[in-house]
């Protein structure tokens, strides 16, 4: 838009005016967070398929990683051959994440698209900020200042007992990563910090039971979307 304003000679100037939106108010964010074995990729990409069944346009994305640069972060991250200090990890997965959100997520958002990503912010605050004792605040702010401030629509959070997530886990044969090696006190510390976040922000968080099957997950996931859908 253009405007006509006036100097002290009186003549006219033209001056463009431009609008921007919202970081992503033509799209939606939806993350899905929970300890491993949770069952976070099952209902990612169950609830992508019946969100395109909707006629949403749908991108399914996970962290650390969906950008080039983030999975090459994973890989280090995860390697369970490397000794990483607890601070390192933080501003590693912070990394990953802001690449993640220029590359990806706000390009997407803009076109209206319904992202789902398996992972965000709540993920590094149970995990650095809980489990590796960092505090939450403090990596809360590390990841403001990563993501430019973007906050999910809506976070699934699925609870799930740390002896059944394990054994979900177990069960899909593959060798533990660096952060799974981890013991019970440090995902005791994680799950506590899940429950946490959950009960400061009732409204963008909603908690799944995950001991339930996939389809009645999926369920519970859809009631939690209904007044975005």
């Keep these: 838009m253009a ?6 000679s009186n003549t006219p100037i033209m001056v463009s005016i431009v609008s921007y939106p919202p970081m992503h108010a033509a799209g939606r964010l939806i993350t899905i967070e929970g300890v491993d074995g949770a069952g976070k990729t099952t209902l990612a990409e169950a609830l992508a398929s019946e969100l395109a069944a909707r006629g949403r346009a749908v991108r399914l994305l996970r962290e650390p990683g969906g950008v080039r640069a983030s999975e090459v972060i994973r890989a280090l991250v995860t390697d369970a051959a490397l000794t990483v200090g607890a601070r390192t990890e933080a501003l590693l997965y912070a990394a990953a994440r802001a690449q993640l959100v220029q590359e ?3 390009p997407a958002l803009a076109r209206g698209e319904w992202v789902l990503l398996d992972r965000f912010v709540d993920s590094s605050l149970a995990y650095q900020g809980g489990g590796r004792e960092l505090g939450i605040e403090a990596v809360r702010e590390l990841n403001r200042f990563a993501t430019g401030g973007l906050t999910p629509d809506r976070t699934l959070l699925l609870a799930l007992d740390r002896a059944s997530a394990q054994a979900r ?5 593959q060798t533990p990563d660096r952060l799974e090696r981890e013991g019970a006190a440090f995902f005791a510390r994680t799950g506590d910090a899940y429950l946490q976040l959950a009960a400061a922000e009732p409204q963008r968080i909603r908690v799944l039971d995950a001991g339930q099957g996939p389809e009645q997950v999926l369920a519970q996931a859809l009631v939690a979307l209904a007044d975005l859908l």
């Design 104 to 106: 990806a997520l706000t």
């Design 169 to 173: 886990a177990d069960a899909r044969g």
């Design 3 to 8: 405007a006509a304003l006036r100097c002290r």
